[in-house]
């Protein structure tokens, strides 16, 4: 049995070819009953993103030829030579395998390192396979263990503690003078898609009040409806800018938008209570003197990438953490992995034993002459007793390798074990009852 995973991603592939080979949360139903065959592909599921996509699998055949299978399967259903994308195609075996699952869901392998959205595409991932009928006990225990590992290296690391996009890092300054936001009036002039996802970080962090300002009202209207904030008619803007504690301008102008003077003004009518200004236009819209203003904070665009490449070098020293927390856990998963491989064969291992030592008492049974029922229990006790000594040395050693590292589980020692004693045999038992045994 081994775990296989094929893929292609942001790193491999450009996005031409990602979204030729990538599967819609519609398809997957009818999809991942074809991948996996039954034969070749004993479990399967499909994880498909913008960045990514990877086929996660369980083998109980040759590597090579599942891995054949899986493109097989890729280029059938999109009809897309294996040519095409064989050079951005990836495998990862077992350990290796399990490691990079454990990364992918952590966020360590994403375009933006810490990014949480791929965790619930794995989840999603994995329940799409779990309703199709996918899925079986390797992969999953692999996907439970994946989605705690996840959440521990986002509880025991700051991966995804600092904002790395400019809108959340204009949010993240704003924090810094105003420590609580439910008292907080913003103003957007603007509202293009920066000021979106601006409004949508203000308004996760409870901030008090939004004025939306547009020269387009009607885009102004759709945004103060979508999250219930006031609109605010452009020529106006001046005579409201003293209601704001934070003035977000993201606007296509020639000319300077927001002026010293209008500030100055604005800053007597609030009693110069502090005003933090963020501009992330381009060319620049606010006035940059009116950071002369007593107890005005203006912030531009290369401000706000300053702190998103100081939060990503802080994310790179937190992944390194995170890593540790993967191998650790990598080791555990295989550990456990290889209990769930070794147990039924030290079962059959035992059984295939009594069999045998029960087999040849049953055989020679008449020439011991009539048996009282205790006489019987002591010769199955003893029996028992004899197979216990003689299984005990090779189950110690299935035990060891169990607990150690997978390397240790040779294949081939397992084919031995099972021809050598014929364990996938069915042999007409003739042990006792296990209630027979346990009353001795």
């Known amino acids: 049995m081994s775990i296989l995973l094929v893929g292609l991603n942001h790193k491999t592939a450009p996005v031409e070819l990602r979204e030729q080979l990538a599967f819609s949360e519609a398809e997957l139903p009818t999809v991942l009953p074809l991948l996996v065959d039954g034969d070749i592909l004993a479990e399967g599921l499909l994880i498909s993103t913008c960045n990514r996509v990877e086929v996660v699998a369980v083998t109980r055949s040759d590597v090579n030829r599942a891995v054949e299978s899986v493109k097989a399967f890729l280029s059938n259903y999109r009809r897309l030579p294996i040519t095409e994308y064989a050079h ?77 996009s400019v ?95 209008q500030i100055a003004q604005a800053m007597d009518v609030r009693r110069h209570r502090p005003l933090f200004l963020i501009d992330i236009s381009v060319p620049r819209t606010v006035d940059p003197q009116i950071q002369d203003l007593e107890n005005v904070f203006l912030y531009d665009i290369d401000d706000l990438n300053q702190v998103v490449r100081s939060n990503l070098e802080r ?71 004899i197979v216990n000594k003689f299984a005990h040395p090779a189950i110690t050693k299935f035990h060891q390798i169990a607990r150690g590292d997978s390397s240790d589980l040779d294949p081939a020692l397992l084919a031995f074990w099972h021809e050598a004693f014929r364990l996938g045999e069915k042999v007409e038992s003739t042990r006792p009852p296990e209630k027979d045994s346990t009353e001795l």
């Open 88 to 164: 951005a195609l990836y495998r990862y075996v077992d350990r290796e395998a399990v490691r990079h699952l454990f990364r992918v869901a952590s966020g360590l392998d994403s375009l933006v390192v810490g990014e949480p959205q791929i965790l619930g595409q794995v989840k999603e991932a994995y329940a799409a396979a779990v309703r199709a009928g996918t899925v079986g006990p390797i992969l999953t225990r692999l996907l439970q263990r994946t989605l705690h590992v996840a959440k521990r290296v986002r509880t025991e690391t700051a991966i995804g503690a600092s904002a790395v």
């Open 167 to 261: 809108s959340s890092a204009a949010v993240e300054l704003a924090k810094k003078i105003f420590e609580d936001f439910r008292n907080t009036t913003v103003m957007l002039i603007g509202a293009g898609e920066m000021a979106e996802l601006a409004v949508q970080h203000l308004v996760s962090d409870g901030v008090g009040q939004i004025l939306i300002c547009n020269r387009t009202p009607e885009r102004a209207r759709e945004l103060a409806v979508r999250f219930q904030a006031e609109a605010v008619p452009f020529e106006e803007m001046t005579q409201h800018l003293a209601r704001a504690d934070i003035l977000l301008c993201s606007v296509a102008a020639p000319e300077y938008v927001v002026r010293r003077d």
């Open 315 to 385: 994310r790179e020293r937190e992944a390194a953490r995170a890593e540790v927390i993967i191998d650790e856990a990598v080791t555990e998963f295989m550990k456990s992995l290889r209990s769930l491989e070794v147990g039924p064969l030290i079962a059959a291992f035992r059984h295939r034993l009594q069999d045998i030592a029960y087999g040849e008492f049953q055989r020679h049974r008449r020439r011991l002459g009539a048996l009282t029922p205790e006489q019987e229990k002591v010769i199955k006790h003893m029996l028992d007793s």
